[in-house]
């Protein structure tokens, strides 16, 4: 099992910008797919990105490339997500998952919130 503890949420003005951390722990980090998702109010959670455990693959959303990017630092445990040019729409919990391969997720972090002002 990975334990996934997420941070960087907040408030945040339209057009703003931060970049959310995923720190993992337990299983070899270095060996999971690396998620993110969206889920807001009363919606469907939504897939937002995911890096190969080597970083070499992503794979994204096209609605949201430009905007947000993914990365990760294996050295660190730990996978970002970078969120620019933001919008009230994109308020929600944002949460990282960790699995065998893109698309198989096992792990999830209990995620962290971001709201954004327009």
């Known amino acids: 099992q990975v334990q996934l503890v997420e941070s960087g949420g907040g408030l945040v003005q339209a057009g703003g910008s931060l970049r959310l951390s995923c720190a993992a722990s337990?299983?070899?980090?270095?060996?999971?797919?690396m998620g993110w998702f969206r889920q807001a109010p009363g919606k469907e959670r939504e897939f937002i990105a995911a890096v190969s455990w080597s970083g070499g693959s992503i794979y994204a959303t096209d609605s949201m490339k430009g905007r947000f990017t993914i990365s990760r630092d294996n050295a660190k445990n730990t996978v970002y997500l970078q969120m620019d040019s933001l919008k009230p729409e994109d308020t929600a919990n944002y949460f990282c998952?960790?699995?065998?391969?893109?698309?198989?997720?096992?792990?999830w972090g209990q995620g962290t919130k971001i709201t954004v002002s327009s």
């Open positions: 337990g299983r070899t980090f270095s060996r999971q797919a």
């Open positions: 998952a960790a699995g065998p391969r893109f698309h198989i997720y096992s792990d």
